[in-house]
Structure formats: structure tokens, C-alpha cells
């Protein structure tokens, strides 16, 4: 899959990401690897429920965490788990879609990332693909609910 600009995403060089840090645009920011800078706008979030619509992020255990303290009771953390991790490599080798010095650097942060799963809402174990679906439908159905 490919990112499309104004899509998926805004690519922004990093002189204006850290710019637009400085200006308090990002209800949350992080360097996720060194040099390379994710945040969420603040106005891609006005945006979307401006529009009626319930925003969901798919960000790492740092910006989560950062989500969770900006909505409070508002939001639903969820950890998605590998059951562990050489199941994660072998799922990320078997897609071939990174070089090797990318894919090391994905499993070392999900290593580390795993420390932070007693810090979400509700922990979901992605043994099987369609079970983990549903289980994230239900906790997301209950949390709207409620």
C-alpha cells in the first residue's frame, strides 16, 4: 500500500513538523524512530468530528498513551499483541515489504513497546487474525455504548 499525501497522511519535512510542534498544532507528537516524526493535527481531528464522525488512531504505544491523557474517559486504548516475538518476525519477513536494517528496527521498538501493555484500556492477542478483529469490534462496540 502507498500513502497518498493529504490522505493517508501529511508528509511534512521535519523543519516544519518541529515548526508546527512549536505552534501546539499536534494533539500528539513523536519522534518514533530517530529523525522520523509522527504526530496527529489538531486539525485533521477538528476536522473529523466536525464532520460527526469518531476518529480512529493507529499510532504506537507512546502516542496512544499521549491520545488516552488528551480524551481521558473519551477514548479506548487498545493493545494490539503479538503472540510473540518470533511470530512477529516471521509475520513481517513473510510480507518482504522492508530491508533488513528497517525490520530489526521495527521488532527492537515492538520489544520494548510490550512494556507498555498493562498502560491500555484492554490488552487483545493477535494470535488469529479474525478472532483479534472481533474481539477489537466488541471492546470498541461496548466502549461506544456505554
Not at 508528509?11 to 509522527?38: D, I, K, M, N, T
Not at 493535527?41 to 504506537?60: C, M, N, Q, W, Y
Not at 528497517?102 to 498493562?118: V, Y
Request: aromatic share 10%.
Amino acid at each position: 500500500m502507498t500513502e497518498t499525501e493529504g490522505k493517508e497522511y501529511h508528509f511534512l519535512s521535519v523543519e516544519s513538523f518541529l515548526s508546527r510542534v512549536a505552534q501546539g498544532e499536534f494533539v500528539e507528537w513523536e519522534e518514533v524512530y530517530p529523525g522520523c516524526y509522527y504526530g496527529t493535527l489538531r486539525s485533521e481531528l477538528d476536522r473529523i468530528t466536525a464532520g460527526g464522525k469518531i476518529p480512529v488512531f493507529d499510532v504506537d504505544v507512546k502516542g496512544a498513551l499521549s491520545l488516552k491523557r488528551y480524551f481521558g474517559t473519551g477514548a479506548l486504548a487498545l493493545f494490539i499483541r503479538p503472540p510473540s516475538l518470533g511470530v512477529l518476525e516471521q509475520r513481517l519477513r513473510h510480507r518482504g515489504t522492508e530491508p533488513e536494517e528497517s525490520l530489526r528496527k521495527r521488532l527492537d521498538k515492538a520489544e520494548s513497546e510490550l512494556d507498555f501493555a498493562g498502560r491500555f484500556d484492554q490488552v487483545i492477542l493477535n494470535e488469529d487474525l479474525a478472532q483479534a478483529v472481533a474481539k477489537a469490534a466488541e471492546a470498541v462496540r461496548k466502549f461506544l455504548e456505554s
